[in-house]
Protein backbone atom coordinates (compact mmCIF):
# COMPACT_ATOMS: atom_id res chain seq x y z
CA UNK A 1 0.00 0.00 0.00
CA UNK A 2 0.96 3.58 -0.75
CA UNK A 3 0.69 6.07 1.60
CA UNK A 4 0.22 9.80 0.50
CA UNK A 5 3.22 11.02 2.69
CA UNK A 6 5.74 8.98 1.00
CA UNK A 7 4.88 10.92 -2.27
CA UNK A 8 5.76 14.05 -0.77
CA UNK A 9 9.23 12.76 -0.26
CA UNK A 10 10.92 12.88 -3.20
CA UNK A 11 9.43 16.07 -4.68
CA UNK A 12 10.78 18.05 -0.86
CA UNK A 13 13.87 16.44 -1.82
CA UNK A 14 13.82 17.74 -5.35
CA UNK A 15 12.70 21.40 -3.94
CA UNK A 16 15.29 21.72 -0.97
CA UNK A 17 18.02 20.83 -3.85
CA UNK A 18 16.72 23.38 -5.74
CA UNK A 19 16.54 25.90 -3.25
CA UNK A 20 20.14 25.27 -2.45
CA UNK A 21 21.25 25.41 -5.87
CA UNK A 22 19.38 28.39 -6.87
CA UNK A 23 20.61 30.07 -3.01
CA UNK A 24 24.01 28.85 -4.52
CA UNK A 25 24.11 30.87 -7.44
CA UNK A 26 22.83 33.54 -6.42
CA UNK A 27 25.25 34.19 -3.85
CA UNK A 28 27.75 33.52 -6.13
CA UNK A 29 26.40 36.56 -8.69
CA UNK A 30 25.99 39.14 -6.28
CA UNK A 31 27.46 42.15 -7.49
CA UNK A 32 30.31 43.58 -5.30
CA UNK A 33 32.03 47.25 -5.46
CA UNK A 34 33.44 47.68 -8.88
CA UNK A 35 36.41 49.41 -9.87
CA UNK A 36 33.98 52.34 -10.49
CA UNK A 37 32.19 52.91 -7.10
CA UNK A 38 35.68 52.95 -5.46
CA UNK A 39 37.16 55.59 -7.47
CA UNK A 40 37.10 58.96 -5.28
CA UNK A 41 34.43 61.50 -6.54
CA UNK A 42 35.79 63.65 -9.77
CA UNK A 43 35.03 67.11 -8.26
CA UNK A 44 36.91 66.80 -5.20
CA UNK A 45 39.84 65.31 -7.84
CA UNK A 46 39.95 68.43 -9.50
CA UNK A 47 39.76 71.17 -7.06
CA UNK A 48 42.63 69.12 -5.31
CA UNK A 49 44.20 69.58 -8.78
CA UNK A 50 43.72 73.37 -9.21
CA UNK A 51 45.20 73.42 -5.59
CA UNK A 52 48.49 72.27 -6.69
CA UNK A 53 49.16 74.36 -9.34
CA UNK A 54 51.03 77.30 -8.53
CA UNK A 55 49.60 80.85 -8.98
CA UNK A 56 49.98 82.17 -12.22
CA UNK A 57 47.26 82.84 -14.97
CA UNK A 58 46.81 79.87 -17.79
CA UNK A 59 45.54 79.97 -21.21
CA UNK A 60 43.94 77.67 -23.42
CA UNK A 61 45.87 75.57 -25.68
CA UNK A 62 43.87 77.21 -28.64
CA UNK A 63 46.64 79.82 -30.22
CA UNK A 64 47.96 79.58 -33.56
CA UNK A 65 50.92 77.25 -31.98
CA UNK A 66 49.44 74.30 -30.35
CA UNK A 67 50.83 72.02 -28.08
CA UNK A 68 49.65 68.05 -28.18
CA UNK A 69 51.23 65.17 -25.77
CA UNK A 70 51.73 62.29 -27.95
CA UNK A 71 53.42 59.85 -25.88
CA UNK A 72 54.19 59.14 -22.39
CA UNK A 73 57.41 56.73 -21.24
CA UNK A 74 58.25 55.56 -17.54
CA UNK A 75 61.74 53.92 -17.68
CA UNK A 76 63.77 53.13 -15.19
CA UNK A 77 64.93 56.04 -14.00
CA UNK A 78 63.09 58.94 -15.77
CA UNK A 79 59.69 59.32 -17.44
CA UNK A 80 59.48 60.55 -20.92
CA UNK A 81 56.78 62.72 -22.09
CA UNK A 82 56.84 63.80 -26.19
CA UNK A 83 55.26 66.73 -27.37
CA UNK A 84 54.68 67.64 -30.47
CA UNK A 85 53.98 71.56 -31.44
CA UNK A 86 52.30 72.77 -34.48
CA UNK A 87 51.54 75.29 -36.33
CA UNK A 88 48.12 76.56 -37.78
CA UNK A 89 47.84 78.89 -41.02
CA UNK A 90 50.07 81.26 -39.87
CA UNK A 91 53.71 80.69 -39.16
CA UNK A 92 54.91 81.46 -35.56
CA UNK A 93 57.41 80.68 -32.44
CA UNK A 94 58.04 77.99 -30.60
CA UNK A 95 59.37 78.37 -26.70
CA UNK A 96 61.16 74.99 -25.63
CA UNK A 97 62.69 74.70 -22.23
CA UNK A 98 66.28 76.50 -21.50
CA UNK A 99 68.41 75.56 -18.61
CA UNK A 100 69.67 78.79 -16.83
CA UNK A 101 72.64 77.89 -14.86
CA UNK A 102 72.34 81.36 -12.62
CA UNK A 103 69.04 80.01 -11.95
CA UNK A 104 69.17 76.14 -11.49
CA UNK A 105 66.35 75.25 -13.72
CA UNK A 106 64.65 74.57 -16.78
CA UNK A 107 62.84 77.86 -18.21
CA UNK A 108 60.18 78.56 -20.78
CA UNK A 109 60.80 82.17 -22.35
CA UNK A 110 62.35 82.93 -19.13
CA UNK A 111 59.46 83.14 -16.95
CA UNK A 112 57.59 79.81 -17.17
CA UNK A 113 58.25 75.92 -16.59
CA UNK A 114 57.41 72.57 -17.31
CA UNK A 115 56.75 70.08 -14.78
CA UNK A 116 54.34 66.99 -13.81
CA UNK A 117 52.18 67.28 -11.19
CA UNK A 118 50.15 63.77 -9.74
CA UNK A 119 47.20 63.54 -7.94
CA UNK A 120 49.12 63.61 -4.56
CA UNK A 121 50.29 66.90 -5.42
CA UNK A 122 53.72 66.09 -5.66
CA UNK A 123 55.71 67.81 -8.66
CA UNK A 124 58.61 66.32 -10.85
CA UNK A 125 60.68 68.67 -12.60
CA UNK A 126 62.26 68.78 -16.08
CA UNK A 127 65.24 67.59 -16.56
CA UNK A 128 65.95 67.47 -20.26
CA UNK A 129 64.66 67.85 -23.23
CA UNK A 130 66.02 66.57 -26.50
CA UNK A 131 64.52 67.17 -30.60
CA UNK A 132 63.23 63.54 -32.08
CA UNK A 133 64.04 64.25 -35.23
CA UNK A 134 67.94 65.50 -34.95
CA UNK A 135 67.24 69.06 -35.05
CA UNK A 136 69.77 71.09 -33.29
CA UNK A 137 68.03 73.06 -30.92
CA UNK A 138 68.69 76.57 -30.44
CA UNK A 139 70.60 78.08 -27.57
CA UNK A 140 67.49 80.38 -26.87
CA UNK A 141 65.14 77.38 -26.93
CA UNK A 142 62.68 79.25 -29.63
CA UNK A 143 61.60 77.23 -32.82
CA UNK A 144 60.43 79.10 -36.05
CA UNK A 145 57.35 77.17 -37.27
CA UNK A 146 56.40 78.11 -40.91
CA UNK A 147 52.43 77.64 -41.45
CA UNK A 148 51.60 73.81 -41.47
CA UNK A 149 55.07 72.51 -40.16
CA UNK A 150 55.24 70.84 -36.51
CA UNK A 151 58.09 69.99 -34.51
CA UNK A 152 59.07 67.17 -31.91
CA UNK A 153 60.26 66.98 -28.67
CA UNK A 154 61.26 64.73 -25.87
CA UNK A 155 60.85 66.07 -22.54
CA UNK A 156 62.91 64.22 -19.60
CA UNK A 157 61.80 64.31 -15.89
CA UNK A 158 62.49 61.91 -12.95
CA UNK A 159 60.87 58.57 -12.69
CA UNK A 160 57.57 58.83 -11.81
CA UNK A 161 57.41 57.10 -7.92
CA UNK A 162 54.76 55.53 -8.56
CA UNK A 163 51.80 54.76 -11.40
CA UNK A 164 49.61 57.98 -11.16
CA UNK A 165 45.56 57.75 -11.31
CA UNK A 166 45.72 61.50 -12.23
CA UNK A 167 48.79 63.16 -14.21
CA UNK A 168 48.65 66.81 -15.35
CA UNK A 169 51.66 68.47 -16.88
CA UNK A 170 52.11 72.17 -16.76
CA UNK A 171 54.66 74.01 -19.87
CA UNK A 172 54.35 77.95 -19.38
CA UNK A 173 50.81 78.69 -18.82
CA UNK A 174 49.74 75.44 -20.60
CA UNK A 175 47.99 72.60 -18.52
CA UNK A 176 47.64 69.22 -20.33
CA UNK A 177 46.01 66.69 -18.69
CA UNK A 178 48.24 62.69 -19.80
CA UNK A 179 47.14 59.68 -19.92
CA UNK A 180 47.85 56.95 -17.02
CA UNK A 181 50.54 54.98 -17.18
CA UNK A 182 50.28 51.13 -16.42
CA UNK A 183 53.08 49.63 -16.19
CA UNK A 184 56.91 50.38 -16.29
CA UNK A 185 58.34 51.06 -19.81
CA UNK A 186 55.14 51.10 -21.29
CA UNK A 187 54.39 53.56 -24.22
CA UNK A 188 51.40 55.42 -23.73
CA UNK A 189 49.93 57.22 -27.19
CA UNK A 190 46.91 59.30 -25.52
CA UNK A 191 45.50 59.21 -29.17
CA UNK A 192 45.07 55.42 -29.06
CA UNK A 193 41.55 53.91 -28.26
CA UNK A 194 41.95 51.32 -25.64
CA UNK A 195 39.90 48.41 -26.00
CA UNK A 196 37.35 47.53 -23.39
Same mark, same amino acid.
Given at each position: ????????????????????? #????????????? $????????????? @??? /??????? &?????????? /? #??????????????? #??????????????? &????????????????????????? &??????? %????????????????????????? %?? $????? @??????? #????????? $? $???? %?????????? %???
Amino acid at each position: MFLPHQKRWPSRILLTVLFAL #VGALGAGCRRSAS $PVDTLPNLDAIND @RMR /ACLPPRR &YRANDGNIRI /A #VVGLTRLETETKVRI #VAYAGKDAGAFDLPV &YYMSRGRWMINETGRAFLIDQDCRQ &YRLKGRS %STSGLKIPLNGRIELQAGQSFESDL %SF $PRLAE @RPHILIM #VYGDLIMSL $P $PLHS %SAQTINPHEK %SAS
